[in-house]
């Protein structure tokens, strides 16, 4: 979700997009009784051994590509497809721990790979020797350069001054000052000698990334038509990686197919039928269907991404009354409206910061009292008029709430809201935005630029909450001279500011632990959003397949694809 940081675009564009998703008619209170869900990261990744080479395993998805851009932002489903084709420096496990990929380990400081420089540090990956494209060419940092240059020079990658190669294999990234998620850089490394020729400002537009002939993951493409990718197994990909602690070997797949589907559920009928053995893009509300279907395994797990509610704080109803702010932000019911929507199946989040970054301290639960509010609310002088509303000097309290269209779970969570609402006498009107408005950048963009009252989506934070810097710091309100912010809600909070400078300052865990304890203190208090829920990732694979595993992070449920195998029966 981040600007800038291609993980996060990524992730933010998967979350937030499949929540649009036709699900079935919505409920009004889901009958199934809660999913249980461990409580932090799952335990750590170790495949199971394959018992059969060969096949093709066919994974079905509602918005396929049709073209891939790893560098840019991203169209719908698309980082499913490249994590089959790509690798990048280090990788990210479910459990949020990093693993060398085409680097043989994650660089730190106490292994000697990262190296404070005064107010700067140098970051060291040694390439595993051996590694080849898939048209037999090298790897060499050489790629690693190219890939930087061509990088649009966004969050992180703009603080990078330059990068060099040292001796054969190792190459040094350069930044101007400390940049604690460096391992989230550089999750996709290109070809230089296949994209080199190509004029940099048409790189974006290149017919290459409709059909990448030369790619580093365990596949390459066969055939990419109409509604679907059709990948073979990538004949160097076992080269150089003998010995890595997961993905080391060759592809056990022949095959794998990538099917698009018009609706999610076409899609489930197709696993349904043995026609597809992985569905994508799920969402909590699709989990009374994945139940029924006979020979699938379903796998609900916590997610890095929180549903959540922002107001916009420079909207003249609220820019001269923070203590309406207050009162709204506090007199939502968050737990009966999970219970509600969702049954009780997913968690409360209590702050932007997943449970999965286990390294940072739980914040109190957010605060939550209708009473209170509706006293402060009388305090204002917003007494109860006709129809329960409130009214002030004949102004009734009136909110229009924005989120996104098609898409049964915003649809019934925003009905829960102004019912929760209008409880404390505020009338919300409901406006549904398709996504590509709602989301689009400054100053086109509904949130961009501020057209909004409310707004109703997720936040996908990363596996370091350093992200959330370029969500809730006060320079990143979006504007002329600054449109890559993503500060939407206006929010202009001093401590958050001061603990969120205080994170990046440092390498060290424990300053850092502490600085986003602050945090999570600093956004209770601000309240410019009203954290909802804890988002689920929702993996549904058939049985007869071996070692889905689902992903938090950008990486997604296809991180792992070189694991995958397949009983010679379905089962």
């Not at 994590?83 to 994650?106: I, R």
């Not at 020797?129 to 703009?158: E, H, M």
């Not at 060759?250 to 076409?266: E, I, M, N, Y």
């Not at 909070?493 to 203190?521: C, K, M, N, P, Q």
Request: net charge negative; aromatic share 8%.
């Amino acid at each position: 979700m981040i600007a800038g940081q291609r993980l996060a675009l990524r992730l933010l564009l998967l979350v937030l997009l499949a929540a649009c998703a036709p699900a079935g008619p919505p409920a009004s209170r889901p009958a199934l009784s809660p999913t249980p869900l461990q409580a932090g990261p799952p335990p750590p990744y170790r495949p199971e051994a394959a018992r059969r080479e060969g096949g093709t395993a066919t994974v079905g998805d509602w918005q396929l590509p049709k073209a891939l851009h790893p560098l840019y932002p991203e169209p719908a489903g698309a980082t499913y497809v490249e994590q089959a084709l790509f690798d990048g420096l280090v990788g990210v496990d479910p459990s949020l721990g990093y693993f060398g990929a085409l680097a043989q380990e994650a660089p730190t400081p106490e292994n000697g790979g990262v190296r404070l420089t005064g107010g700067g540090m140098d970051v060291t990956y040694e390439l595993r020797p051996g590694l080849r494209w898939s048209d037999g060419a090298p790897i060499t940092p050489g790629d690693v350069a190219f890939t930087w240059r061509v990088q649009p020079k966004t969050a992180g990658y703009d603080l990078i001054t330059g990068v060099d190669r040292t001796g054969d294999l190792g190459v040094t990234v350069h930044f101007r000052s400390v940049y604690p998620p460096y391992l989230l850089l550089f999750p996709v490394i290109l070809p230089a000698h296949r994209l080199a020729g190509i004029d940099p400002a048409r790189l974006a537009d290149d017919p290459y990334w409709s059909r990448p002939d030369v790619v580093s993951g365990p596949f390459q493409v066969a055939d990419a038509s109409g509604d679907r990718f059709v990948l073979v197994r990538n004949p160097h990909y076992a080269e150089g990686r003998a010995g890595m602690p997961v993905l080391g070997h060759a592809a056990h797949l022949d095959r794998l197919v990538f099917q698009g589907f018009a609706t999610k559920s076409a899609e489930e009928a197709a696993l349904q039928a043995g026609d597809v053995d992985v569905a994508l893009e799920l969402n909590e509300r699709d989990l009374d269907v994945a139940r029924r279907i006979a020979g699938a395994r379903l796998s609900p797990v916590p997610s890095l991404a929180y549903e959540q509610v922002t107001f916009n704080l420079d909207d003249p109803l609220f820019k001269s009354d923070r203590a309406l702010v207050d009162a709204l932000a506090r007199g939502l019911d968050r737990r009966a409206l999970a219970d509600r929507v969702l049954g009780g199946r997913a968690p409360l989040a209590e702050g932007p910061i997943s449970p999965l970054v286990a390294w940072v301290p739980r914040p109190p639960g957010y605060p939550t009292d209708p009473a209170a509010a509706r006293r402060e609310l009388d305090a204002e002088g917003w007494a109860v008029g006709a129809g329960g509303i409130r009214v002030r000097a004949g102004q009734p309290l009136q909110l229009t709430l924005v989120t996104t269209a098609d898409s049964p779970l915003r649809a019934s969570e925003a009905d829960a809201i102004a019912a929760s609402y209008r409880t404390l006498g505020v009338d919300v009107r409901v406006q549904a935005v398709p996504a590509d408005q709602l989301f689009a950048g400054y100053p086109s963009g509904v949130l961009a630029r501020g057209a909004f009252q409310a707004a109703l989506w997720s936040w996908v934070v990363p596996p370091d909450p350093d992200g959330l810097f370029a969500v809730l710091d006060s320079a990143e309100v979006p504007s002329a001279a600054r449109p890559a912010g993503q500060d939407f809600g206006r929010c202009r909070s001093r401590e958050i500011d001061a603990a969120l400078a205080d994170g990046r300052v440092t390498l060290d865990r424990a300053h850092r632990a502490d600085a986003y304890r602050r945090f999570e203190i600093a956004y209770q208090a601000a309240g410019c959003e009203v954290p909802l829920f804890q988002r689920l990732d929702v993996g549904l694979a058939a049985r007869r397949l071996h070692n889905f595993a689902p992903n938090p992070t950008a990486a997604g449920n296809t991180w792992n694809v070189a694991d995958w195998w397949l009983d010679s029966m379905a089962s």
